[in-house]
């Protein structure tokens, strides 16, 4: 389906990066004690695990249920970021909503990203029965110039300013990463809140780097 997903160490790389995120995403789910935080790491989790499944293109029957969920975990950091001030469990402050509106946009991408590869893998089911077939049939002919799919076009379209925004969020994160190391920390007690957020921002850089190769792959 994608070029660059067929060299195998690529293919692998990605893989155990997202796997590994998913695996620090359910032991954060398993650490916290709140309902809210728990709900949004397990997301994070399963996005990853569905990301890394859609690498080896594993149980498409189930593409239409991976969409629905992902798109509904992207409504759920909606409703987080829109909520109330009140609701102290959900997003509070400005940065905190500014990061649910982020990972809203990343559960979606994620959803169309799988729906754009398994429409690319349908038109390439259908083009490649039907090109034989005229070879077979045909096999004096000049062959003629092949057009791709108004869809695959498309979604090719789509894929580039995805591929922007989340290498500029890979950039951004990885500034604030850099930011936290050289800055000093004003007390020994908030040394530990300092090192949690600077692993955050790493994963986060990591997260949206991958996202960002998936996309451009797309797009190429």
Known sequence: MIRVFNVPAVTWTLTAVLLLGACRYLLQAARSRHLTDQANKSL?????????????????????????????????????????????????????????????????????????????????????????????????????????????????????????FFAAAAVVFLILLLRGRVAKPAARDHAAPRHSFRAEHGHEALGAAVMALMFATMAA
């Open 44 to 164: 994070h989790a399963l996005m990853n695990v569905l990301m890394a499944a859609m690498l080896w293109n594993l149980v498409p029957s189930t593409m239409l249920a991976q969409i629905a969920v992902l798109a509904g975990a992207s409504m759920w950091f909606v409703i987080q970021a829109v909520a109330r001030p009140a609701f102290k469990i959900l997003c509070a402050g400005s940065q905190g909503r500014l990061k649910c509106v982020y990972h809203s946009l990343t559960m979606a991408g994620a959803a169309l990203m799988i729906g754009m590869m398994g429409h690319a893998a349908t038109i390439g089911h259908e083009i490649a029965p039907a090109a034989s077939s005229s070879h077979a049939h045909h096999s004096g002919a000049p062959a003629a110039p092949s057009t791709a799919p108004p869809g695959l076009v498309q979604a090719s379209d789509l894929a580039m300013p995805l591929t922007v």
